[in-house]
T-cell receptor, first 114, second 116 residues
Framework: AQSVAQPEDQVNVAEGNPLTVKCTYS??????LFWYVQYPNRGLQFLLK??????LVKGSYGFEAEFNKSQTSFHLKKPSALVSDSALYFC????????????FGDGTTLTVKP | GAGVSQSPSNKVTEKGKDVELRCDPI?????LYWYRQSLGQGLEFLIY????????KSGLPSDRFSAERTGGSVSTLTIQRTQQEDSAVYLC??????????????FGPGTRLTVL
């Protein structure tokens, strides 16, 4: 079985400060990890993914995420938050043994205040 | 080209009625996925297609839910005898299918279903 946990329902940061949105996972095989962002009344937009290789993955809009195998984590980060980053963020995992099925976390609402 | 499109964008129906939700994937994408997003919750996997076949239907909540895909393109999710607990946003995604485990899924805007 595969699972994802986003331990924080809400993250608040001030504009210009660094942000972190946390994600931990559990899979049987090798993990494939994804981050998506959802703006109000919109579908999900892909930010970045980890498949293999370098543990630090860079994605869209200045976001990056670090894969940590020992801690089974894949936290999303950005060095300097923008008000426009305010949205709902989802972490997702696929297991190499169950190719088509993605499991999503419950989402974390990021609010960046001016 | 165009992204994933879904129709209708909003659907209000009465309890007990049948509804059909449509998904048009990105041209050339062989993999297609359906998810359900209930208010305040994450995404719940429903079903995926490789071409026209659905290898994993385990996520369908009940036998009232069915999905088909014809011609390797458009997919329809049908909910029979709708119940109030079916109210949710139904999201469709597609991916190239070239590397099924690692493909990026591209999502449509969703269909908001309200069952009165």
């Amino acid at each position: 079985a595969q699972s994802v946990a986003q331990p924080e329902d809400q993250v608040n940061v001030a504009e210009g400060n660094p942000l972190t949105v946390k994600c931990t996972y559990s899979v049987s095989g090798n993990p494939y990890l994804f981050w998506y962002v959802q703006y109000p009344n919109r579908g999900l937009q892909f930010l970045l993914k980890y498949i293999t290789g370098d543990n630090l993955v860079k994605g869209s809009y200045g976001f990056e995420a670090e894969f940590n195998k020992s801690q089974t984590s894949f936290h999303l980060k950005k060095p300097s938050a923008l008000v426009s980053d305010s949205a709902l963020y989802f972490c997702a995992v696929r297991d190499s043994t169950n190719a088509g099925k993605s499991t999503f976390g419950d989402g974390t609402t990021l609010t960046v205040k001016p | 080209g165009a992204g994933v499109s879904q129709s209708p964008s909003n659907k209000v129906t009465e309890k007990g009625k049948d509804v059909e939700l449509r998904c048009d994937p990105i041209s050339g994408h062989t993999a297609l996925y359906w998810y359900r997003q209930s208010l305040g919750q994450g995404l719940e996997f429903l079903i995926y297609f490789q071409g026209n076949s659905a290898p994993d239907k385990s996520g369908l909540p009940s036998d009232r839910f069915s999905a088909e895909r014809t011609g390797g393109s458009v997919s329809t999710l049908t909910i029979q005898r709708t119940q109030q607990e079916d109210s949710a946003v139904y999201l469709c995604a597609s991916s190239s299918g070239l590397a099924f485990s690692t493909d990026t899924q591209y999502f449509g805007p969703g269909t908001r279903l309200t069952v009165l």
